[in-house]
């Protein structure tokens, strides 16, 4: 009898604790869902009022003044951000609660006048702030102020790309490479079907490319595939060191942050209209798509992976996943060409690919791929991917994010990433 109890207390404590998660990533869902689509709206908005201003690019430096104003208005240091998120869930999981509204403003003005940023950066902490907060008034302890903190995260996340499962594992990823934070999945799962679903009813859309061809499984589509994901994890090696070492010069010589931030904002001014186009300002979504239809400069991702080191390194806001979209797609479907692949899929591929070079989140990457481009070419995208993600070595976007575990062999190794 006592053996009884003692199993229905066991089964009676794992029911309460899936309910308690349950009912907090929903709260946590909706809130990031509503926020999420709201800040969507709202780098949209800006974005087509750009597009129908060409001259708001000039204003750009002065944009850049207002987002240090502001960071130093609620004494916070500008230069945090995702590795902020990324370390509280190693530490206490608490995020000021000023970094949210900072973070919104702050990438709805680098968009406004032309910065090249995306806005998941803006996503992960918004979501992490979101989280944190929840946490702190359900006075949550500190192993469950993680899981708050990553369910925040996965929700806004997918509220922005309408990707509910990619955000879910990349929550439960991205922090420490070589581990998956399963405990987190169910309230990262709930909270991101939850956000997606508001989003929905906000009128947003899910990415999502059709892809024209995909080709069949055979030997040298195989051999194809590999040699495009082994070239994007070098060009996700250049990128990711492009924004780390852009970043320290520009802080090393020049140490005023005003200074910094209106500069790299006259420089971006300066080299748009030296181009005499507009297709590396904002998130480029619309050259994205381009290149999926088989269609991109061959200087179009060097020029983006330039235009975002700048963008970012000086202080402006927003993120680096959509900006190694455009990369990795423009890369991908230029590459295409000379290595006998359909364009389209090369972008498709580049895409992939390098955004798991970047990031190190190997099954998020391929889950992506389902959701942005379908099932039918799981194969191929799943090669690419684990070739990127192991010939990219440890260098990260993230400087915070841990590799815990070797990439080449069974070995614990607890280090930084590059």
């Known amino acids: 009898m006592e053996e009884i109890i003692q199993k229905l207390k066991y089964i009676k404590s794992y029911l ?54 502001l960071y130093k208005l609620f004494k916070l240091d500008s230069n945090i951000g995702t590795n902020l998120i990324i370390d509280s869930i190693r530490t206490d999981g608490k995020v000021p609660i000023a970094m949210a509204p900072l973070i919104f403003v702050s990438t709805v003005i680098t968009h406004l006048f032309g910065g090249s940023a995306g806005r998941e950066g803006a996503a992960l902490q918004l979501g992490g702030s979101i989280g944190s907060q929840i946490g702190n008034m359900l006075k949550l302890d500190e192993k469950d102020m993680h899981a708050i903190t990553l369910c925040g995260m996965s929700g806004v996340f997918a509220a922005l790309f309408g990707t509910p499962l990619t955000a879910t594992f990349f929550a439960m990823e991205v922090i420490s490479v ?11 799962i709930v909270s991101s079907i939850v956000a997606y679903k508001i989003s929905l009813l906000f009128g947003l859309e899910p990415v999502y490319f059709n892809l024209k061809i995909i080709p069949a499984i055979s030997a040298s589509s195989v051999i194809k595939v590999t040699v495009l994901g082994a070239l994007c994890a070098i060009v996700s090696i250049v990128f990711c060191e492009s924004l780390h070492k852009t970043s320290k010069f520009v802080k090393k010589y020049i140490k005023n942050e005003y200074l910094r931030i209106a500069l790299g904002g006259l420089v971006i001014v300066i080299l748009t209209m030296m181009l005499r186009n507009t297709d590396y300002n904002g998130a480029g979504m619309n050259i994205i798509s381009k290149a999926i239809n088989g269609e991109a400069k061959y200087e179009a991702f060097f020029l983006k992976i330039i235009f975002t080191a700048i963008t970012i390194s000086v202080g402006y806001k927003g993120g680096e996943i959509v900006p190694t979209f455009f990369i990795g797609s423009t890369f991908g479907c230029v590459a295409a060409k000379f290595l006998g692949i359909d364009p389209g899929f090369g972008a498709a591929i580049g895409l992939i690919a390098l955004f798991c070079g970047v990031v190190n989140t190997l099954i998020s990457s391929i889950i992506l791929s389902i959701e942005l481009f379908g099932a039918d070419g799981i194969i191929l995208f799943s090669i690419a991917c684990g070739v990127s993600y192991m010939l990219s070595g440890y260098y990260s976007l993230y400087s915070s994010q841990k590799i815990v575990y070797s990439k080449l062999k069974a070995e614990y190794i607890n280090t930084s990433a590059k």
């Not at 002065?62 to 104003?69: A, T």
């Not at 070589?178 to 990262?188: A, E, H, K, L, V």
Request: with cysteine; charged share 10%.
């Open 16 to 69: 309460i604790t899936f309910i308690k998660w349950v009912a907090i990533a929903v709260a946590t869902g909706t809130c990031g869902g509503i926020v999420g689509s709201f800040f969507h709206k709202s780098v949209e908005y800006v974005t087509e009022i750009r597009i129908a201003n060409e001259w708001i690019i000039f204003v750009l430096p002065f944009g850049g003044l207002i987002i240090v104003y």
């Open 178 to 188: 070589g581990i998956i934070y399963y405990s987190s999945f169910i309230p990262c």
